[in-house]
């Protein structure tokens, strides 16, 4: 059983457009991590977010908690080839990021 | 920034041979190292966490003794990949806490393990 359901699996946009990447569980987080991954790499953090409602921005991403803590989502704005990757969400069951229970994962691919 | 090192990015070996992984936290102590495995195209999937000085805890399904973990020092584990058959080969990637910064794990590039 996957607790960390990711969605869509595979997107396919041309530069310019928006997107928004979910990640849904029915498991409540104390902490929930998005990671991008380029290939035969390690993954990357790109925020933390812990409390319930929260939005966090990082440049052209928002990245929002969902109140109850079992849901969150990624928007690009202006997608930019250079957002291509793997992006993985990961939640932590308890107070640290001891056992991150990874995401199925979302690829994403930004064409010119 | 905390830097995770992972030795070697690529490696390919025979089938029967071992194999050993490195994971070295470069600029802070770490006493909780956790090992990934990741097959293509799919999520991280946890294999075990390394305590420095004591036995890892190994996740369910993941054979204790072919994959041997040594967390011998605060800023060292590795894996060892014992009689490594073809269906071993994978992604394998190490991350690690700093005890400051528990809700932040930082990984290490991954090492490509291919068995011929």
């Known amino acids: 059983t996957q607790l960390l359901e990711q969605s869509p699996q595979f997107l396919s946009i041309q530069e310019g457009e928006n997107l928004t990447v979910y990640c849904n569980s029915s498991?409540?987080?104390?902490?929930l991590q998005w990671y991008r991954q380029e290939p035969g790499e390690g993954p990357v953090l790109l925020v933390t977010?812990?409390?319930?409602?929260e939005v966090k921005k990082l440049k052209r991403l928002t990245f929002q908690f969902g109140d109850a803590r079992k849901d969150s989502s990624l928007h690009i704005t202006a997608a930019q080839p250079g957002d291509t990757g793997l992006y993985l969400c990961?939640?932590?069951?308890?107070?640290?990021?001891?056992?991150?229970?990874f995401g199925t994962g979302t690829r994403l691919q930004v064409t010119l | 920034g905390a830097v995770v090192s992972q030795h070697p990015s690529r490696v390919i070996c025979k089938s029967g041979t071992s194999v050993k992984i490195e994971c070295r936290s470069l600029?802070?102590?770490?006493?909780?190292m956790f090992w990934y495995r990741q097959f293509p195209k799919q999520s991280l999937m946890l294999m075990a966490t390394?305590?420095?000085?004591?036995?890892?805890?190994?996740e369910q399904g993941v054979e204790k003794d072919k994959f041997l973990i040594n967390h011998a020092s605060l800023t060292l584990s590795t894996l060892t990949v014992t009689s490594a058959h073809p269906e071993d080969s994978s992604f394998y990637i190490c991350?690690?806490?700093?005890?400051?910064?528990?809700?932040?794990?930082?990984f290490g590039q991954g090492t490509r393990l291919t068995v011929v």
């Open positions: 390394s305590n420095e000085g004591s036995k890892a805890t190994y």
């Open positions: 498991s409540v987080f104390s902490s």
């Open positions: 991350s690690a806490l700093i005890s400051s910064r528990i809700t932040e794990a930082f």
């Open positions: 600029d802070f102590q770490a006493t909780t």
């Open positions: 977010v812990v409390t319930g409602g």
């Open positions: 990961a939640g932590a069951l308890t107070g640290t990021a001891s056992k991150l229970t």
